[in-house]
């Protein structure tokens, strides 16, 4: 039986997604959760390993979307492709799957009528190739269901294979961004351009040391070593392990894997296992300065930025972990550097730029709060 309280509730919730910030707010989640299920494991199986009739193992894996998302490519024969077209194709490929956390500090931009159209037009664009390239990678999900490994041994058993949680976070995805374009295209387009105020010299102090910041803590992640033997200078530059003679250096994954050896706590097994992911890490800290150089703070484009630094900030705890964990028990990349590991200056860089994006970010808030203070308005 109906009740008078049904189309109120009803009435309710199409105020609710009348609201601009409704459309905003949803494709802001739904980019979040297509980003994310692209990395949560979609499916699970369980092989033995037997020699009849004696079984000698078991061993599980996990697929994601993101392991069938180079599927389109596989006819071609990549290993005789050229260094530059596989960066090419790579590049292309971080793009699409992370090229909707770019568009997420533009949906909240007030635009004028052009730049709301371009935005909606690359959100769409972004969510239809994105779900085409993953539905692609199908057919690599249901051989990894219904097929053992192909690694030419024999003996090798399919005993059981399960959905995880992934199969439901991408296509959750999915359909909360498909609601948030129709609610985009159904909004009219804003008759005149806003009015923003100009850039204050704080504001571009902020937006500078946010960006700077970001710049800084790519160097010292990817870009130098992060535990080095005595013999070593104190600034070195190199984006993977070396050893010369007696100096060694370890990059990021060394000592996070250092730092998994010694033994993580479940928050920082997330960490770490988000650290791993080069891409993801680069393109939310370019969203991040992007979303730095807004001209209307407010709460709203504020409140996210935080998020970024303080995933890098558990990451880089981690990577410190692991420098403590190689310098107590030591690591032998050749037999004259098997001891004497310190933390290198790339730990100091690292940790110094992300120091620089929390700065700058209050100043972002410090200018905010200038702002709405009744002193500022009169």
Known sequence: MATHAQPLRRNRLSLLLARPSASRLLATLGIAAMTIGLYVPFAGRDVTFHSDPVTIGRQSGTWAILDGIYTPWSFLHMQRMSLA??????TMYAVLMLGGLALIPLLWQPLAAKGTVAVRRAYGFWLVLLT??????????????????SSGLPGITLEASYMLPGAVVFPLGVLVSCAALFLMLREPLPLSAPVLAPRTRFQWAGA???????????????????????ACPPVT????????????GL????????????????IALLLDHVGGNFEFLVAAGCTTALGGWTRQLSVKTLA?????PLLVLGVALIALQGVGAVAQRGFRLTVASGS????????VVTFAGIGLVALGQLGLWREWVRRRSPASTQ
Do not use: K
């Open 85 to 90: 077209l596989l960066l090419g194709v790579d």
């Open 132 to 149: 085409i390239v993953a539905v692609s990678g199908l057919p690599v999900w249901w051989r990894f269901m219904t097929q053992p490994p």
């Open 208 to 230: 500078l040391v946010l960006t700077a910041g970001v710049l800084v803590w790519g160097i010292g992640f990817y870009l130098m070593p992060e535990a080095v033997t005595a």
């Open 237 to 248: 530059l190199s984006v993977t392990q070396f050893a010369h003679g007696a100096c060694a």
């Open 251 to 266: 990059d990021s994954d060394q000592v996070r894997a250092a730092a998994y050896s010694a033994g993580l706590n479940p």
């Open 304 to 308: 996210w930025l935080p998020a970024w």
């Open 340 to 347: 004497d590991w310190h933390m290198a200056s790339g730990m």
